[in-house]
């Protein structure tokens, strides 16, 4: 089977470019002396996250309990779960502890500690938690100078069934920023916040064995980590159309594609249309702010050139792109296969089950992506 026998639509993953940004990111990361803990939300796979920890510790970063029970049903057993927790997940929490698997929570409300302590010590276990903070994504996460950023780790360093586990945030607002300059401030507004609050912390009599921080836009912006003692980047093992328009990366550092077929095309109009829609692409519009013609990916022939083409809009199995140019147009017959490099790769690995591993020009493999929450 190859890529034009491959039943379409389905991702495609460049293994070569794959292992080139993992080298890139442990380089990083060590000449920083941090360590690095990967989000595996990206890829929900265990190749993958293989790779991503060859050489260390194999810890994770999980944003589901799925892929923890994927990942620890593969020898992985030591995550970080970065979303809230709320009590309907705390057995599942506790199961994991029982079964000898390292699995931090994190909470920025102050009724949490008591209510996982309490669970905990019903259990006959002891957590570990960590403190959410904002560094100014407002997404989650309590802001460094409320009281509750100093009353949260003093309720759980009291807990005798919970752990204080340190401080965690993720500059998601970086996504946003316009410039490199701007980045760089938000990468290091993200470091010198977590290290005042780990200061306070301190001065408090609170240890703070761990300050981590998060994205891949900030940590490949960075200028320091000094003091910070853990990352989690994730979105940097495939990379996509977004981060290379945010500056993060090349577009030929990018190594997920979906392959599509054109189904119909619409000579008056100059339109295509892909069987690659909204199920298979996502509707992540991407970096509209720095490029409002971004739509929902760009597509490319398939050996992965640029065609200059942009997939337009999409319904549930349609992607539409407008091909201007004449010859490009009358190349893209019904049938013809493209590849479409997405905006926001995370989204749409998610939508799939299978990466299907190019090495070179050859498919070597299928790796499974484990779904569900």
Known sequence: MDLQTLKTPCLILDVERLKRNAARMNALVSSNGVRLRPHVKTHKCVEVARIQTAGHSGEVTVSTLAEA??????????????????????????????????????????????????????????????????????????????K??????????????????????HAGHSYHCRSKAELAAVAAKERDVMKALAA???????????ISIGSTPSITAVDHLDGIDEVRPGNYIFFDAFQATLGSCRFDDCALTVLAAVTHRDAQRRKIILDAGAIALSKDRGAVELDANCGY????????????????????????????????????????RVRALA???????????????????????RWQIHQGW
């Not at 306070?200 to 761990?210: D, F, K, N, S, Y």
């Open 69 to 146: 029970r994927a990942f620890a049903a593969h020898g992985f057993s030591d995550f970080i779960y970065a979303v809230p927790i709320e009590p309907g997940k705390f057995a599942e929490v506790i199961d994991f502890v029982k079964r000898d698997i390292k699995l931090a929570c994190i909470t920025d409300d102050p009724e949490i500690p008591s209510q996982l302590n309490d669970a905990a010590r019903r259990a006959g276990v002891k957590l570990d938690l960590f403190l959410k903070v904002d560094c100014g994504y407002h997404r989650c996460g309590v802001e460094p100078h409320t």
């Open 200 to 210: 306070q912390l301190r001065e408090a009599g609170i240890e703070v064995p761990t």
């Open 343 to 365: 905006n926001h790769s995370c989204l749409t690995a998610a939508q799939h089950s299978h990466f299907h591993i190019l090495e070179g020009e050859r498919l070597v493999d």
């Open 297 to 336: 990916g760009r597509v490319l022939d398939v050996a992965g050139n640029e065609l200059g083409v942009r997939v337009n809009s999409l319904s549930q199995e349609h992607g539409a792109c407008i091909v201007d140019d004449e010859t490009t147009f009358d190349k893209l017959k019904v049938g013809t």
């Open 148 to 169: 509750e950023a100093l009353e949260i780790p003093h309720r759980i360093a009291a807990a005798a069934n919970l752990h204080f586990a340190g401080i965690l945030t």
